[in-house]
């Protein structure tokens, strides 16, 4: 063979190995995708979906579908994206039933923003799964970022996030400071908040962050506030805490440390440590001894500032351990709205004891309460009628009960057309958790921020990430949201102002499964919201 020939064959030869490492390596290297733009990482479906991928959650296939249908409904209108960021896997059964819930709210808030006629622009909405406890939401806040870069994908807003972590917190932040406008939609941790001063000003730690839940410190003077116009005055209560590095447990330990107690001292604040918010590890062990340093006192009531898996443990220790047939009551924050899809009916049967009786109930502020708007209301027109001796008129009824139960009938509406149209969410929303309600009036005030930046815009157009987060502090007086779950009125840092929090008790009951009842409104300030929502100069 000529020299010029093996010289061609042995280049020849080196390109093909050149080019089967470099296909190799590439296919080495390719991620092994869940999903269209979903990656799996160590085990978890990590990344951004809107197209009916349920992230191998059984639970939210049906809903996730629901929204990718609406998805395409509305794909050849003006419209934006919206992402929904919260975990959606996990091994505890009851932790996939309130991501559906969550879900079910968000769909049902989609569809009625995007329901108006003539209202551009409509919500594309996508989920992103940031992994557990937001372990992998840098990954995902890249991909949200892009989506906002995106003249295709038009992110104008995320919202959901439902732990108030230190992961979650670095999200927010990224996030604002790069000018994507946020919506917590469950977050009540106080540090993830923009700080309201006296001079109508705000220390935006956010900078286009809004908040529809009240914060620990709020829900924690509600249930003063009611416990207090309830005449429960001279209670003698005591502290109980989680010492693991958690923005809810701290905030809330701290605003209860803060309440003013009208009664007698009680003993001194009793911490814990759990390994996880979804792990007991030995909390059993140690709430067998604050259980019994508690009966040892004259403590009535208890401020629990843990996360609901714990406040489950705690509750059936304090029952377990016999008081000398006396009661007590738990009180704790937003976040014991799942507590009774953990409970069992041995663990009710617990609560209750032998002869029937309740030995513990378990109070809390939830964000909202289906019961709540007609309750109330009811109880507002029997005092009215006894005052004036008449029925009251319809204005004359108050808006701070009427608006929220109109949206209230309205989310019912739209659930009962859902389910004719034939559209499966993969069960009927339970909105006694709150979790529905809140995650749909949280797409109820995105959808507005969208139509107010819109207005006076040619229809062809959107507005632009800056535009949506600007509308937040505007969302008050005549531009107050009608939400299910109270007015929204949002204050210059985004802050909800006011707003209520439904005072619910689980009670054991006497026999069978106990009840999960609404007991009455708890208000931040001590008295209802303003007349449309005018927020008050001087608010802090």
Same mark, same amino acid.
């Given at each position: 063979?000529?020299?010029? !020939?093996?010289?061609?064959?042995?280049?020849?030869?080196?390109?093909?190995?050149?080019?089967?490492?470099?296909?190799?390596?590439?296919?080495?290297?390719?991620?092994?995708?869940?999903?269209?733009? /979903?990656?799996?990482?160590?085990?978890?479906?990590?990344?951004?979906?809107?197209?009916?991928?349920?992230?191998?959650?059984?639970?939210?296939?049906?809903?996730?579908?629901? /929204?990718?249908?609406?998805?395409?409904?509305?794909?050849?209108?003006?419209?934006?994206?919206?992402?929904?960021? $919260? &975990?959606?896997?996990?091994?505890?059964?009851?932790?996939?039933?309130?991501?559906?819930?969550?879900?079910?709210?968000?769909?049902?808030?989609?569809?009625?923003?995007?329901? +108006?006629?003539?209202?551009?622009?409509?919500?594309?909405?996508?989920?992103?799964?940031? +992994?557990?406890?937001?372990?992998?939401? =840098?990954?995902?806040?890249?991909?949200?970022?892009?989506?906002?870069?995106? &003249?295709?994908?038009?992110?104008?807003?995320?919202?959901?996030?439902?732990?108030?972590?230190?992961?979650?917190?670095?999200?927010?932040?990224?996030?604002?400071?790069? !000018?994507?406008?946020?919506?917590?939609?469950?977050?009540?941790?106080?540090?993830?908040?923009?700080?309201?001063?006296?001079?109508?000003?705000?220390?935006?730690?956010?900078? +286009?962050?809004?908040?529809?839940?009240?914060?620990?410190? %709020?829900?924690?003077?509600?249930?003063?506030?009611?416990?207090?116009?309830?005449?429960?005055?001279?209670?003698?209560?005591?502290?109980?805490?989680?010492?693991?590095?958690?923005?809810?447990?701290?905030?809330?330990?701290?605003?209860?440390?803060?309440?003013?107690?009208?009664?007698?001292?009680?003993?001194?604040?009793?911490?814990?440590?759990?390994?996880?918010?979804?792990?007991?590890?030995?909390?059993?062990?140690?709430?067998?001894?604050?259980?019994?340093?508690?009966?040892?006192?004259?403590?009535?009531?208890?401020?629990?500032?843990?996360?609901?898996?714990?406040?489950?443990?705690?509750?059936?220790?304090?029952?377990?351990?016999?008081?000398?047939?006396?009661?007590?009551?738990?009180?704790?924050?937003?976040?014991? =709205?799942?507590?009774?899809?953990?409970?069992?009916?041995?663990?009710?049967?617990?609560?209750?004891?032998?002869?029937?009786?309740?030995?513990?109930?378990?109070?809390?502020?939830? @964000?909202?309460?289906?019961?709540?708007?007609?309750?109330?209301?009811?109880? #507002?027109?029997?005092? #009215?009628?006894?005052?004036?001796?008449?029925?009251?008129?319809?204005?004359?009824?108050?808006?701070?009960?009427?608006?929220? !139960?109109?949206?209230?009938?309205?989310?019912?509406?739209?659930?009962?057309?859902?389910?004719?149209?034939?559209?499966?969410?993969?069960?009927? &929303?339970?909105?006694?958790?709150?979790?529905?309600?809140?995650?749909? %009036?949280?797409?109820?005030?995105?959808?507005?921020? $969208?139509?107010?930046?819109?207005?006076?815009?040619?229809?062809?157009?959107?507005?632009?990430?800056?535009? /949506?987060?600007?509308?937040?502090?505007?969302?008050?007086?005549?531009?107050?949201?009608?939400?299910?779950?109270?007015?929204?009125?949002?204050?210059?840092?985004?802050?909800?102002?006011?707003?209520?929090?439904?005072?619910?008790?689980? %009670?054991?009951?006497?026999?069978?499964?106990?009840?999960?009842?609404?007991?009455?409104?708890? #208000?931040?300030?001590?008295?209802?919201?303003?007349?449309?929502?005018?927020?008050?100069?001087?608010? @802090?």
């Amino acid at each position: 063979m000529p020299r010029w !020939k093996k010289i061609l064959y042995s280049l020849l030869g080196v390109l093909v190995l050149v080019a089967g490492v470099t296909l190799t390596t590439s296919l080495v290297r390719k991620p092994d995708t869940c999903a269209d733009g /979903v990656e799996r990482i160590d085990g978890e479906c990590v990344g951004v979906n809107g197209e009916g991928y349920d992230f191998g959650t059984p639970e939210i296939a049906d809903v996730a579908r629901a /929204v990718a249908r609406e998805n395409d409904r509305i794909e050849d209108q003006p419209h934006v994206t919206v992402a929904m960021m $919260l &975990p959606l896997q996990s091994g505890r059964e009851a932790l996939r039933r309130q991501m559906r819930s969550d879900l079910q709210g968000a769909y049902l808030g989609q569809r009625q923003a995007n329901s +108006g006629e003539g209202e551009p622009p409509k919500i594309r909405l996508v989920l992103a799964n940031p +992994g557990r406890d937001y372990g992998h939401q =840098a990954k995902v806040v890249d991909t949200l970022l892009r989506m906002a870069a995106s &003249p295709e994908d038009r992110l104008r807003a995320v919202t959901g996030f439902n732990l108030s972590l230190a992961a979650t917190e670095a999200a927010v932040k990224r996030l604002t400071a790069h !000018k994507v406008p946020v919506l917590a939609a469950r977050i009540s941790g106080d540090r993830i908040a923009n700080e309201d001063r006296a001079d109508g000003m705000a220390r935006l730690r956010f900078p +286009g962050l809004a908040r529809i839940l009240p914060t620990n410190n %709020d829900a924690a003077q509600a249930l003063a506030d009611f416990n207090g116009g309830q005449g429960r005055r001279n209670l003698r209560t005591v502290l109980v805490y989680d010492k693991r590095p958690d923005g809810y447990n701290e905030s809330l330990a701290r605003a209860f440390s803060r309440i003013k107690e009208q009664g007698p001292a009680g003993p001194a604040a009793m911490s814990f440590e759990s390994p996880a918010i979804d792990e007991a590890g030995s909390t059993g062990n140690q709430f067998t001894q604050t259980a019994n340093n508690i009966c040892d006192s004259e403590a009535d009531t208890v401020y629990f500032a843990g996360r609901t898996l714990h406040l489950r443990i705690f509750a059936l220790k304090l029952a377990q351990v016999g008081c000398e047939g006396r009661h007590y009551t738990i009180v704790s924050g937003s976040d014991a =709205a799942s507590l009774r899809q953990d409970m069992t009916e041995r663990d009710w049967a617990s609560l209750r004891g032998d002869d029937g009786r309740p030995k513990v109930t378990v109070q809390y502020a939830a @964000p909202a309460h289906p019961d709540a708007w007609t309750t109330e209301l009811a109880a #507002w027109t029997k005092d #009215w009628r006894a005052r004036h001796g008449r029925a009251p008129k319809p204005q004359e009824l108050p808006q701070y009960l009427t608006e929220p !139960k109109a949206a209230l009938d309205t989310l019912r509406a739209r659930i009962t057309a859902t389910r004719r149209e034939g559209i499966s969410l993969g069960s009927t &929303p339970n909105l006694e958790d709150s979790r529905t309600m809140l995650v749909h %009036d949280g797409l109820l005030t995105i959808g507005k921020a $969208l139509h107010q930046a819109q207005q006076g815009a040619p229809d062809t157009t959107v507005p632009s990430r800056e535009d /949506v987060g600007r509308q937040w502090s505007l969302l008050h007086s005549r531009h107050r949201v009608q939400a299910t779950s109270g007015l929204i009125c949002l204050t210059t840092g985004g802050n909800a102002y006011d707003k209520p929090a439904a005072i619910v008790e689980l %009670d054991p009951g006497r026999e069978g499964r106990g009840t999960l009842k609404f007991v009455g409104l708890g #208000w931040p300030t001590g008295r209802p919201q303003p007349k449309n929502c005018v927020i008050p100069s001087g608010t @802090p």
